[in-house]
């Protein structure tokens, strides 16, 4: 795969990590209790659980960016515990909790959208352990590879809003 789609690829994934441990690091008590909120873990492991969620993706991010070859299957493994964290509640019926995914007050219940964005976001991540060709680089590859992330994650956040913005919506106009 051509090295430029991979560095891309492999920046924004490790962004979205960072901003997600940025967010929960900002409010680990917050967090802690929306861990609790979802109901799988017992609740004296919430408090370490707490810690280890951002301690995982600030090491995943690092693992990225790093280039190891393990560290996209681990962030699909880790997008795929999510994903399922939020499919498990979905089926339970408990629509109304925080995905603890926008940080402190930034309150945005769960939904099904929710897990087709992790799953695309596994993909990317596992897009980055396939073989890179190589070719040499002229100045536009550099010019991609450090633009390209910045505007995936700002195509990210805006997904990430209309799908809060979604939920609001359904507010103001009465639908449950």
């Known amino acids: 795969m051509d090295p430029v789609l991979v560095l891309v690829v492999r920046s924004f994934t490790a962004l979205v990590l960072l901003l997600a441990a940025a967010h929960k690091l900002r409010d680990l008590e917050g967090f802690r209790r929306i861990l ?28 990225l960016l790093a280039g190891w070859p393990g560290g996209g299957a681990l962030v699909a493994a880790l997008l795929a515990l999510y994903a399922l964290a939020i499919g498990a509640n979905l089926l339970r019926g408990r629509r109304d909790l925080d995905c ?66 979604r939920v609001v919506a359904r507010q103001l106009r009465g639908a449950p």
């Open 36 to 63: 609790g909120a979802y109901r799988l873990l017992p609740a004296a492991a919430e408090p370490v659980a707490a810690r280890l969620v951002p301690a995982l993706e600030l090491g995943c991010a690092l693992l």
């Open 100 to 165: 603890g995914c926008g940080g402190p007050g930034s309150r945005q219940p769960i939904a099904g959208w929710m897990i087709l964005r992790n799953a695309v976001l596994a993909l990317c991540a596992l897009g980055t352990v396939v073989p890179l060709e190589a070719r040499g680089w002229a100045w536009l590859d550099g010019v991609t590879v450090l633009a390209g992330p910045l505007a995936l994650v700002a195509l990210y956040a805006a997904v990430e809003r209309l799908g809060a913005n």
